[in-house]
T-cell receptor, first 114, second 111 residues
Framework: DAGITQSPRYKITETGRQVTLMCHQT?????MFWYRQDLGHGLRLIYY???????DKGEVPDGYVVSRSKTENFPLTLESATRSQTSVYFC?????????????FGQGTRLTVV | RKEVEQDPGPFNVPEGATVAFNCTYS??????FFWYRQDCRKEPKLLMS???SGNEDGRFTAQLNRASQYISLLIRDSKLSDSATYLC????????????FGAGTRLFVKA
């Protein structure tokens, strides 16, 4: 099916463990984004990518690593999970040809770090 | 200071009311503007883009004031189904298209 999908939808992990959240889109959108959403903060940009092998930091990148070896995938890794990283994570993608294009979101990954 | 700021609300209004949301942005490099809607525990979805001349989509009107770095959304004749969080969004052209969301304004429309 076409679209943007995130996996897993739910994840519980322990403090200190590495965890990777996956994001896959089928539109060949050049831009992809990772956000986290917490009560009182709305969506905060973690990292974004303009194309394969090009990534940039967002507002809250510390503790996260991203890669983009293929246009369609943009995994987000928490190298050593902390409780403060408990959040809902959203991946998004958009066509990069024009500035005012719509961003499409995945359904989110609810991550709990215990 | 946050790059995009919104009144968090909540706004509690009766059906049929007119409600207005405001949003300010701090970066003059902001070049595209949007309103997104997010229902509880769901992903955000585009409500409408915001153009300098102002634009309308049915009961929804969006306006942009670049000089004041201010965006607004007006909802007329509110429906129960309008209950959601409304997110103000700006895209900055900083070499790449960095898309920043406001924290959102919560709206409750009651019968």
């Amino acid at each position: 099916d076409a679209g943007i999908t995130q996996s897993p939808r739910y994840k519980i992990t322990e403090t200190g463990r590495q965890v990777t959240l996956m994001c896959h889109q089928t539109w060949s959108h050049s831009y992809m984004f990772w956000y986290r959403q917490d009560l009182g903060h709305g969506l905060r940009l973690i990292y974004y990518s303009a194309a394969a092998d090009i990534t940039d930091k967002g507002e809250v990148p510390d503790g996260y690593v991203v890669s983009r070896s293929k246009t369609e995938n943009f995994p987000l890794t928490l190298e050593s999970a902390t409780r403060s990283q408990t959040s809902v994570y959203f991946c998004a993608s958009k066509f990069g040809g024009r500035l005012n294009t719509e961003a499409f979101f995945g359904q989110g990954t609810r991550l709990t770090v215990v | 200071r946050k790059e995009v700021e919104q009144d968090p609300g909540p706004f509690n209004v009766p059906e049929g009311a007119t409600v207005a949301f405001n949003c300010t942005y701090s970066n003059s490099a902001s070049q595209s503007f949007f309103w997104y809607r997010q229902d509880c525990r769901k992903e955000p979805k585009l409500l409408m883009s915001v153009y300098s001349s102002g634009n309308e989509d049915g009961r929804f009107t969006a306006q942009l004031n670049r000089a004041s770095q201010y965006i607004s959304l007006l909802i007329r004749d509110s429906k129960l189904s309008d209950s959601a969080t409304y997110l103000c969004v700006v895209t900055l052209n900083t070499g790449g298209f960095k898309t920043i969301f406001g924290a959102g304004t919560r709206l409750f429309v009651k019968a």
